[in-house]
C-alpha cells in the first residue's frame, strides 16, 4: 500500500511539474507574441514594398542592396550579374521641331524648368537658320538624337524628319502653329527691332540689313510685292510638317496633302497658340513624364517675369487691303492652319475640353491686338476673319 501511494505522489508531482512547466511555456509565447507580432507585420510590409519597388525600377531597391553589403560583404552583382534596365516612361523621345515665331520661346523656357523637375534631358539646338537638310546631315543628326540619354525631349528649329525612312526608331513629334498672317507679322517685326530683352538684340540677329530693309513699311512690302512679303518666303509653316523633301518648299498641294498626312501619322498633337494654355494641358496629360505641372508653372508670377520679355516689339498694323493680298497669297498655309486646328478641337473634346469662341475686337490697339508670341503679348485678333 505504502509502495502504491507513493508512486502515485510521484506520478502527482509529475503532472504538476508538466502542467507548471506547460503554463511558463504558454506565458513565455505568449508575451513573446505579443511583443513581436507588430514586427512581424512591419517586416512582412516591408518586404512587399520591397518587392514592388524591384519591379517597378528594373531591379531590387538601394537599400536592400546597402543591407547586403553590410551583413554579407557581397553586392547583388557578385550572384546575380548586372541589373536589368531602368523602366522608362512611354514615350520615352520626343522631338519639338519647333516652327519660328510659335511660340517656341515661350516653349523652351518652360521646358528648362520642367527638366529640371521632372528629371528628363533636354536638348534644345541654337541652329535658329538651318532647317533644310541634306540626306547625309538628316542621317547624322537622327544618329545623334536617338544616342541622347532617355527620356529626352530634343528640340530644334527643323523640317520634319522622317526617322523610319533611315531605319531609326522614331521618337514622338509634337509642335505648335498660330495663325499663318500672325507669325508673318511677329516674325516681320522681330528681324528688325527685336523683343524686350534688349534693345540692340534684332541688330545681332540680322547684323547685314541695310536701314531701308529694316525700316521698310510693311505696307510697301506686301502691296509693291517685295521678296519678304511674297512666295515662295510666305510658304513658311508647311515644309516644317512636310518634312525634307525638295518638293515641300514649294506652295503648292502636294506639299499641303503631305503635311497633312504626316500630322496624322507621326504627331501625337500640334496646337495652335491662340489656344496656348490647353495646349499645355493636353501636353501635361499626353506626355506627363515631361510636361507635369507645366500649366502651374505656365501661370506662376515668377515665370510671367521671364516669358514678358520675349514680347516682339514695335508692330505695325497692316492695311485692310494689305491684309487681304498677303491671305490670297497664304491660301495654302490657311488650309493647313484650319485643318490643323480642326484636329485639335477633336483631341481636346476627346479629353473633356471645350472650345470658347475668339473675341474680336477690330478697333484694339496693336499692343492688345497682337495674338501671343510670347506670354509678354496678348492674343485677340483672328487675321483670317
Known sequence: MAKHTGINNCHKTYIRGKNRRGNWLAVILLRVSRRDFGLCLSTLLLFCLGSVLWQLNGGPPQLLLHVRYYFGKSTFLDDHGPLASRALPFPSQVVYNRVGKCGSRTIVLLLRILAERNQFTLISSDIHNKTRLSKH?????????????????????????????????????????????????????????????????????????????????????????????????????????????????????????????????????????????????????????????????????????????????HKQTPSLEALQVLYQRMDYEYEFYRFVKAQFHITKRKFGLRTKPQPQRQSASLHHREEQEEPGETVLENWEV
Open 137 to 313: 546631315e538628316q542621317m547624322n543628326l537622327m544618329v545623334n538624337i536617338s544616342s541622347v540619354p532617355q527620356p529626352f525631349l530634343y528640340t530644334r528649329h527643323v523640317h520634319f524628319l522622317n526617322f523610319t525612312r533611315f531605319h531609326i526608331d522614331e521618337p514622338v513629334y509634337i509642335n505648335i502653329i498660330r495663325d499663318p498672317i500672325s507669325r508673318f507679322l511677329s516674325n516681320y517685326f522681330f528681324r528688325r527691332f527685336g523683343d524686350w530683352r534688349g534693345e540692340e538684340n534684332h541688330v545681332v540677329r540680322t547684323p547685314g540689313m541695310k536701314d531701308d530693309e529694316r525700316y521698310l513699311d510693311i505696307n510697301t512690302c506686301i502691296l509693291e510685292g517685295h521678296p519678304e512679303c511674297s512666295n515662295p518666303r510666305l510658304f513658311y509653316i508647311i515644309p516644317y510638317f512636310c518634312g525634307q523633301h525638295p518638293q515641300c518648299r514649294e506652295p503648292g498641294l502636294w506639299a499641303l496633302q503631305k503635311a497633312k498626312e504626316n500630322v496624322m501619322e507621326h504627331y501625337l498633337l500640334v496646337g495652335v497658340l491662340e489656344e496656348l494654355e490647353n495646349v499645355l494641358l493636353l501636353l501635361e496629360r499626353l506626355v506627363p513624364h515631361f510636361f507635369s505641372d507645366v500649366l502651374n508653372i505656365y501661370r506662376s508670377p515668377d515665370y510671367r517675369k521671364l516669358g514678358n520679355m520675349t514680347g516682339t516689339v
